[in-house]
C-alpha cells in the first residue's frame, strides 16, 4: 500500500478516534498546528526498524517544530507478542542512545491488549491503531502539558470508562472505517 494511503488512514484514526473522543487531550492541539511528523518504516528488518525509532529522535532533536512522531510499521509485527518484544527492544535501544528523558514511547497496535485484560475489552481501544506503530513523545512537553492539565492521572481510568461505553462493536467500526481512507 503507499505511503500516502497509510498515513491518510493513520490520520483518520487519530481524528475520527483520538481527538474526536479526547482520547489524548494534548493531541488536537498539535494536530492543528501541524507539528504531528507520520514516519512510515517500510522494512520489515527489526534492526531497520530499531535503526528508524533513533532516526526519528534525531530528526526530532533538529526540528523543534515537529512536536512528536508517529512511527508506523506497516509490514512487520503483525502479532502483537512480537510487537511488544519490539517495544522492549526500542525502548532499550532509547535508553542505550541516551534518549531517556528527553523522549518517552507510547506503544500502539491493531491488536494492543492490556496485561490481564480480555482481548474483547473495549478498553483495550485505548491503544488500538490500524497498524503497528511506535509514538515519540517530547518528555519536556509532555511534562508541561500534564502540568497544565487538571488531574492528568485521571486520563486513562476516564478512557477506559469511555470506550467501554462506547462499546466494542462501536470501536470496531470506528478501527475499521480509518481503513476505507
Not at 497496535?109 to 473495549?122: I, K, L, N
Request: glycine residues 2%; negative net charge; proline residues 6%.
Amino acid at each position: 500500500m503507499p505511503t500516502e494511503n497509510i498515513i491518510k488512514q493513520t490520520q483518520s484514526w487519530l481524528s475520527s478516534f483520538i481527538i474526536s473522543y479526547n482520547i489524548c487531550p494534548f493531541a488536537k492541539r498539535e494536530h492543528d498546528k501541524g507539528s504531528i511528523r507520520y514516519a512510515v518504516i517500510e522494512s520489515d528488518n527489526i534492526e531497520q526498524c530499531l535503526e528508524s525509532v533513533i532516526t526519528e529522535c534525531q530528526h526530532l532533536d533538529s526540528n523543534s517544530s515537529i512536536e512528536t512522531t508517529l512511527v508506523i510499521f506497516p509490514n512487520n509485527f503483525t502479532h502483537f507478542d512480537d510487537y511488544l518484544d519490539f517495544l522492549s527492544l526500542a525502548e532499550s535501544l532509547v535508553f542505550d542512545q541516551h534518549y531517556e528523558g528527553i523522549y518517552q514511547l507510547a506503544s500502539f497496535h491493531p491488536d494492543y491488549c492490556f496485561d490481564g485484560e480480555a482481548e474483547t475489552d473495549p478498553a483495550n481501544y485505548t491503544n488500538r491503531s490500524p497498524y503497528p506503530m511506535l509514538h515519540i513523545i517530547r518528555e519536556e512537553s509532555l511534562e508541561k502539558a500534564l502540568d497544565s492539565y487538571p488531574h492528568p492521572e485521571k486520563i486513562p481510568e476516564r478512557n477506559i470508562t469511555l470506550t467501554r461505553q462506547i462499546g466494542l462493536e462501536k470501536l470496531r467500526t470506528i478501527l475499521q472505517k480509518c481503513y476505507q481512507h
